[in-house]
């Protein structure tokens, strides 16, 4: 392997209670210390695989770099570093939320609701008609 693994990176940092936020930033970071630890490599004269093992050398090993960057608590997630508040907060801030979903759902799918009213509305004159035309049958005979 001859790249940062970007992948495995996220995951463990993500596992560590760091916030996304950092671990994006983190994570492109290294990648761009990585691309400029390869091209002064190849500056010097290095070969392309050289090049790219001499960096991720540089770099550090997977688990310095976890351990590193779960070594400053500033990095990690509110609901990481207040557990019992995040367990009280999430359900609490979900329950709330649970009559806005459909809301939000109609919003995101405007013009299926559009055609579900219309559709509606035009059920309900068939119906209406078909009652009021029952209605007269039974009156009239």
């Not at 990176?9 to 210390?33: C, S, Y």
């Not at 500056?43 to 695989?49: H, M, P, S, T, V």
């Not at 090993?61 to 590193?68: E, R």
């Not at 995040?86 to 979900?94: D, I, K, N, R």
């Amino acid at each position: 392997m001859h790249r940062l693994d970007r992948k495995r990176l996220r995951r463990d940092l993500i596992g560590a209670g760091i916030a996304p936020r950092h671990v994006r930033r983190t994570i492109d970071e290294l990648e761009d210390h990585y691309d400029d630890v390869v091209e002064q490599e190849l500056e010097d004269g290095a070969d392309r695989l050289t090049a790219c093992q001499n960096a991720l050398t540089r770099l550090g090993a997977h688990d310095d770099i976890v351990a590193a960057v779960k070594a400053r608590p500033e990095l990690q997630s509110w609901a990481f570093r207040f557990p019992r508040l995040a367990a009280v907060l999430y359900p609490l801030t979900f329950v709330a939320l649970l009559p806005a979903a459909p809301v939000f759902i109609g919003y995101a799918n405007a013009n299926l609701v559009v055609r579900w009213t219309a559709c509606l509305f035009l059920s309900g004159l068939v119906t209406a008609g078909i009652l009021l035309f029952l209605q007269l049958a039974i009156t009239l005979t």
